[in-house]
Antibody, heavy 121, light 106 residues
Framework: QVQLQESGPGLVKPSQTLSLTCTVS??????????WSWIRQPAGKGLEWIGR???????NYNPSFKSRVTISVDTSKNQFSLKLSSVTAADTAMYYC?????????????WGRGTLVTVSS | SYELTQPPSMSVSPGQTASITCSGN??????ACWYQQKPGQSPVLLIY???ERPSGIPERFSGSNSGNTATLTISGTQAMDEADYYC?????????FGGGTKLTVL
């Protein structure tokens, strides 16, 4: 059973870069059968897709984030990461990493428990 | 950008059928999936490919998608089904979520 675990600073200052890591256990991130995604959710609000990466390092990003977002993968550590630059209070949210099986119409079948990131000085 | 619209809330009596809609332009030409999220928990995939259930998801959850509307149907709704429900689709290589529907079972 695959498990995903987000980690990273819970507090980030405005204008700085938010950096989070998702560690995958119980399965190899090198598997060509999945995309690996980041989704966020402000408190009391809905889900917002940030982007995803495929093992071959091809990425898709939500245009709403323009050039602020970078998702990368480290196969040696079985991890993938999110970097979001120039953060503001609007980036305060619970951040989830998730696994998207190829051929399941872009759905996410396994999610981490989420990590809360607050943007504040 | 593409938008998905869900009713913010709805209520259903235990044992009855709940139908949660998700509307988007020509949504029926795309695939839709559905998630359930309970307070303090991560979302759980209920339906993918419009109507497919992952293993472990009860048969009372079903989905359909046609025209401009995808629908999640919960048959014989139970108290444990009280949660937020989100639809999702893809448009131009971007995932899009609906705003979510809070289902109350009372």
């Amino acid at each position: 059973q695959v498990q995903l675990q987000e980690s990273g600073p819970g507090l980030v200052k405005p204008s700085q870069t938010l950096s989070l890591t998702c560690t995958v256990s119980g399965g190899s991130i090198r598997s060509g059968s999945y995309y690996w995604s980041w989704i966020r959710q402000p408190a009391g609000k809905g889900l917002e897709w940030i982007g995803r990466i495929y093992t071959g390092e091809s990425t898709n990003y939500n245009p709403s984030f323009k050039s602020r977002v970078t998702i990368s993968v480290d196969t040696s550590k079985n991890q993938f990461s999110l970097k979001l630059s120039s953060v503001t209070a609007a980036d305060t949210a619970m951040y989830y990493c998730a696994r998207d099986p190829i051929g399941q119409s872009g759905s996410s079948d396994s999610w981490g428990r989420g990590t809360l990131v607050t943007v504040s000085s | 950008s593409y938008e998905l619209t869900q009713p913010p809330s709805m209520s259903v009596s235990p044992g009855q059928t709940a139908s949660i809609t998700c509307s988007g332009n020509n949504l029926g030409d795309k695939y839709a999936c559905w998630y359930q999220q309970k307070p303090g928990q991560s979302p759980v995939l209920l339906i993918y490919h419009d109507s497919e259930r992952p293993s472990g998801i009860p048969e009372r959850f079903s989905g359909s998608n046609s025209g401009n509307t995808a629908t999640l149907t919960i048959s014989g709704t139970q108290a444990m089904d009280e949660a937020d429900y989100y639809c999702q689709t893809w448009d131009n290589n971007t995932a899009v979520f609906g705003g979510g529907t809070k289902l109350t079972v009372l």
